[in-house]
């Protein structure tokens, strides 16, 4: 079984970034994949982006291709959500998952663990 727990949010202003942190407890956390999700006010859950257990394939939303970038490092157990050029429309409950089967899905119910998600607010 794996433990979530998301870190690093808060408030920025347009323009600005963030780094969202995912840490993970459990021995077999190197072997899932990684996935971020965002939830805004009123809003259904998002995919954002996910990446492999080894890292070394990524998958964004159209949306945040090129502005946002996810990396882990399993001696840390930790992932990390690096987020640039933030807007107003990126403010949400930042969500990270694991899904155990090692795939990078963008579904919400592929995924077997979550965390309770950490606040980004972006301010115009």
């Known amino acids: 079984q794996v433990q979530l727990v998301e870190s690093g949010g808060g408030l920025v202003q347009a323009g600005g970034s963030l780094r969202l942190y995912c840490a993970a407890s459990g021995r077999t956390f190197r072997s899932y994949s990684l996935g971020w999700f965002r939830q805004a006010p009123g809003k259904e859950r998002e995919f954002v982006g996910a990446v492999s257990w080894s890292g070394g394939t990524t998958d964004y939303a159209d949306s945040e291709k090129g502005r946002f970038t996810i990396s882990r490092d399993n001696a840390k157990n930790t992932v990390y959500l690096k987020m640039n050029s933030l807007t107003p429309e990126d403010t949400a409950v930042y969500y990270c998952?694991?899904?155990?089967?090692?795939?990078?899905?963008?579904?919400?119910?592929?995924?077997?663990?979550w965390g309770q998600g950490t606040q980004v607010t972006v301010s115009s």
């Open positions: 998952a694991a899904e155990w089967r090692g795939y990078i899905r963008r579904q919400i119910g592929g995924y077997d663990y």
